[in-house]
């Protein structure tokens, strides 16, 4: 079956732009996780939904990042005012029922901030 | 603060070597332990770890959790060239993976 699909896969943005990251999870996942993933490093944590509820936005870097899944499947990731050390690959997983269980990564969205 | 320290950061072996990963880590409230194989996308799970002692297997892939000593394993054995590839420990607490740098392999025909 169809996997994690994010888009774009690739987005180069201005300093100061606004920018909207897309994940569609696997069919009938109920978690949704995004991490940030800088070069050399393991992910890093941003968010946590269980369907459309925000259960953990603890690694949110700063109130630029916001994160929404308002019907429960589509999630978005909006960055405000990117900075350069917005640069990554955010990565965005989901899970069958909670978090307790495994998660599927979808492959990422580059972002640059020139 | 999470701790989690993969070790070697990286190595290189000849196809059909065997190779072993350890994954330390100190976090709180740990839940499992999660295996992922990452080449130049996302990266794919392997193995999900929550009991001590009992090792799991696919294929030429294994892993084990120690929950007293807070290590993982991960072994490869005859090895391929496509194992090559970066392997990311991440123990699950709370509502989140917390992961390590990973180990980089790099198999040699």
């Known amino acids: 079956g169809a996997g994690v699909s994010q888009s774009p896969r690739y987005k180069v943005a201005k300093r100061g732009q606004d920018v909207a990251l897309r994940c569609d999870p696997i069919?009938?996942?109920?978690?949704l996780f995004w991490y940030q993933q800088a070069l050399g490093q393991g992910p890093e944590f941003l968010t946590y939904f269980q369907n459309e509820a925000q259960l953990d936005k603890s690694g949110l870097p700063s109130d630029r990042f916001f994160a929404e899944r308002p019907e429960g499947s589509v999630s978005t990731l909006k960055i405000q005012r990117t900075q350069q050390e917005d640069s990554a690959v955010y990565l965005c997983a989901s899970g069958k029922r909670d978090s307790t269980y495994e998660q599927y990564f979808g492959p990422g969205t580059r972002l640059t901030v020139t | 603060e999470d701790k989690v320290v993969q070790s070697p950061l990286s190595l290189v072996v000849h196809e059909g070597d065997t190779v072993t990963l350890n994954c330390s880590y100190e976090v709180t409230n740990f839940r499992s332990l999660l295996w992922y194989k990452q080449e130049k996308k996302a990266p794919t799970f392997l193995f999900m770890l929550t009991s001590s002692g009992i090792e799991k297997k696919s294929g030429r892939l294994s892993s084990i959790l120690d929950k007293k000593e807070l290590f993982s394993i991960l072994n490869i054995t005859a090895t391929q060239t496509g194992d090559s590839a970066v392997y990311l420990c991440a123990p699950l607490r709370d509502n989140r993976l917390a992961f390590g740098k990973g180990n980089q392999v790099v198999v040699i025909p």
């Open positions: 069919s009938g996942h109920v978690s």
